[in-house]
């Protein structure tokens, strides 16, 4: 070898540890990275034919993250959305929750699910979840292997989004397709699409877009750390079921809820809260009984308008538009409804309350 290069390799070798540092020295750099927890429950983000991608494997799903984020990973369940139960959200929340409480240094949390009641999962966290970090959902709508999998896009979008100061405070959101919705407002509105999840008229809580995340606004509703929920004490949550309103409908299916045991009825009702007469009876018996029922609209949009006073304050005492438990949904839709009704008889069978609950959450 020349005596150039001989000369020119050892100069090399003696500069090494100035460029880099042996291996203790490194470690004793303390790490910047925020930590996010990945918790999994399954749902398409996950089906792989054959079987179902694992938290574990989901994480490996995302190395553009680039190492910038530390991932920790978390098997929940790995199962399609629609098997999950009641009980299984108070164990998630629970489990969010304790997470949160014992990990100072977690920036924030990932819940993946499937996309079918992926909205009813983000909502019940948002009422149940008593931290200012941000909790955000995300699944996917096309399934590992498939061309244009969605699943490694919507989680890297929602590990930035956990990962970002500016999403604290904010509620639980629903992260896919480089969107921001508040768990409140979004709902899954197509069965087929990468743009399955819209807020309507309420709009984005903000974008996820390349260089990096925005935020437009900040959900007024009570939320997370701003609850009253407290599930320390709750066993299960009471069984509300949700009745549809349609041409003709019977009232008969609004008896057979309360026989089958519901604490609490939601009426999708039709337009502003109409029912059919048929139904408007049986509502009266339920309430009768003690049963507090919500009124929502099946339209999807707009609110259920408080009631007009009652115009004589003797008159039909036992008409049912007049029953204290007879409760106006705002602008929440059956489904979400039914959530903020369920968490709100673990705490009060009072109507004026339930009433307050439904105007705040
Ligand atoms: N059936 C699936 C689920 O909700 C759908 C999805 O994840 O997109 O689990």
Redesign the pocket.
């Known amino acids: 070898m020349r005596t150039w290069l001989r000369s020119w390799i050892a100069a090399c070798v003696t500069c090494l540890p100035l460029v880099a540092p042996p291996p203790a020295a490194r470690a004793a750099q303390p790490d910047e990275r925020p930590v996010v927890r990945l918790v999994a429950t399954?749902?398409?983000?996950a089906?792989r034919t054959g079987s179902r991608l694992t938290a574990a494997e989901l994480t490996a799903s995302v190395p553009a993250l680039d190492g910038r984020i530390v991932v920790e990973a978390e098997q929940f369940s790995n199962?399609?959305?629609?098997a999950l139960t009641r009980d299984d959200w108070l164990r998630l929340a629970r489990r969010v929750n304790r997470t949160l409480a014992a990990r100072d240094d977690l920036a924030g949390v990932v819940v993946t699910?499937?996309?079918?009641?992926?909205e009813e999962t983000a909502y019940f966290l948002n009422l149940t979840v008593r931290s200012e970090r941000p909790v955000v959902v995300v699944?996917?709508?096309r399934p590992p292997g498939t061309v244009g999998y969605d699943g490694a896009a919507n989680l890297r979008q929602g590990l930035r989004v956990a990962a970002e100061p500016a999403a604290r405070g904010r509620g639980v959101l629903v992260v896919l397709n480089n969107e921001i919705n508040a768990a409140r407002d979004v709902s899954k509105t197509h069965a087929q699409r990468l743009h399955a999840f819209t807020a309507g008229s309420r709009g984005l809580v903000g974008v996820v877009d390349r260089d990096r995340v925005l935020f437009y606004r900040r959900p007024l509703h009570r939320h997370t750390r701003w609850t009253e929920f407290d599930l320390a004490g709750v066993e299960r949550l009471p069984r509300v079921d949700i009745l549809m309103t349609y041409l003709d409908a019977p009232g008969d299916l609004v008896r057979a809820a309360v026989e089958a045991g519901a604490e609490g009825l939601v009426v999708a009702a039709a337009g502003a809260g109409s029912t059919t007469e048929d139904q408007r009876v049986a509502i009266g018996e339920a309430l009768d009984r003690g049963r507090p029922v919500v009124i929502t609209t099946r339209t999807g949009g707009g609110r259920i308008l408080p009631r007009r006073p009652r115009p004589d304050p003797d008159a039909a005492p036992n008409d049912p538009r007049y029953s204290p438990l007879r409760i106006e949904a705002e602008d929440l839709t059956p489904i979400k409804a039914r959530i903020l009704l369920m968490l709100a008889l673990t705490r009060t069978r009072d109507g004026a309350e339930i009433q307050r609950m439904f105007q705040q959450y």
């Not at 199962?79 to 629609?82: D, N, P």
């Not at 699910?113 to 992926?118: A, K, N, R």
């Open positions: 399954g749902g398409t983000i089906n199962v399609a959305s629609g699910s499937g996309t079918d009641t992926l699944g996917a709508m």
